[in-house]
């Protein structure tokens, strides 16, 4: 550093201040660090400035699956986020599982990363690995876990209620359900699905057991195989509720194999409000959470963690909107 500064007519700080970008310097002064730093081939020795500040500026976050649109979607709004704030997101699979989620709290400690954000699924903070609020985490995920950490949560009720009383707004009266096969404890699919009774019984709608449909598999087949089910079941299904975009859109695919057009025949809507889902035919209706809200939350949670790790955990649920398009048209 003290080699760039010399090159650069400045001072050691304010190389470091080009560097961290905590301070603003004057385009003309960040421009001649910046070529000193080309001409020396400097590179900042991130391993020791974490010893010695006891900080890497690096946040871990770990996802349970890097091909899921939904997940790319909240990383690249995080990286951003985490950018804007001087940190950079360190990204780890976890396969949706308490081991891979074990795993990746151990290795980002072992990593010395500051924190981490972990969107969790089968999250079991007994387990000894999970360090209580010893070590910064913020949980992007469904379990209730007594207020132990703090916890970022989307509308899942509040959202799908809305998503099937838009349905009934429609017209809609013999309005299906997609869910997983287990609903005996409390997970994202069975809080959403929970929203959907709410709203059909405040209607003076009464669920019926038979419109439930279970996921044959958490794939794109699987998605499209149980819309053929759906189109197949002969139950005068005039509507559909889906618990993420995703699995949507294989529905989508699965009721026109079988002829059944949307939304002429069968209206549709989603949770989640994925890119792809303003641009298909039809567009599909669904469920939309502020997911730059949710980024902006998760690095304030975080970084105040970090910098207090005594304050009380903190619980929020991101606001939405439901994004009416074609599919329910």
Request: glycine letters at 8%; aromatic letters at 6%; charged letters at 25%.
């Amino acid at each position: 550093m003290s080699d760039v500064a010399r090159l650069a007519g400045v001072s050691t700080m304010t190389v470091s201040n080009v560097i961290t970008k905590r301070i603003n310097v004057s385009d003309e002064t960040r421009e001649r660090v910046l070529e000193a730093i080309r001409a020396t081939g400097y590179q900042m020795n991130l391993s020791a400035r974490a010893l010695k500040s006891g900080r890497s500026r690096v946040i871990g976050l770990a996802v349970p699956q890097l091909g899921n649109v939904y997940y790319g979607m909240l990383a690249d709004l995080l990286i951003d986020e985490a950018a804007q704030r001087g940190y950079r997101i360190a990204v780890e699979k976890t396969s949706g599982v308490a081991e891979g989620e074990a795993t990746a709290i151990a290795q980002s400690r072992a990593l010395h990363l500051d924190g981490l954000l972990l969107a969790a699924v089968e999250f079991d903070p007994s387990v000894p690995s999970v360090p209580a609020q010893r070590y910064p985490i913020v949980l992007l995920g469904e379990q209730d876990l007594g207020g132990r950490f703090d916890h970022i949560m989307m509308p899942n009720e509040a959202g799908t209620a809305a998503a099937t009383e838009h349905l009934i707004d429609q017209g809609c009266r013999r309005i299906a359900v997609v869910t997983d096969g287990e609903l005996d404890r409390l997970t994202m699919i069975t809080r959403r699905y929970n929203g959907y009774r709410t709203a059909l019984e405040d209607r003076g709608i009464e669920p019926e057991p038979e419109l439930r449909f279970t996921l044959d598999a958490f794939s794109w087949e699987g998605a499209r195989s149980t819309g053929h089910r759906i189109a197949d079941a002969d139950l005068d299904i005039d509507g559909v509720v889906v618990f993420s975009d995703t699995v949507a859109m294989g529905i989508m695919r699965g009721l026109r194999d079988r002829g059944v057009r949307v939304p002429e025949d069968m209206r549709l809507i989603g949770f989640d409000d994925i890119p792809p889902a303003a641009v298909l035919t039809p567009s599909l209706s669904t469920v939309s959470p502020d997911h730059r809200w949710t980024a902006a939350k998760a690095l304030d949670l975080i970084l105040s963690r970090i910098a207090d790790p005594t304050l009380p955990p903190r619980q929020f649920s991101a606001p939405f909107t439901v994004a009416i398009r074609e599919s329910t048209a």
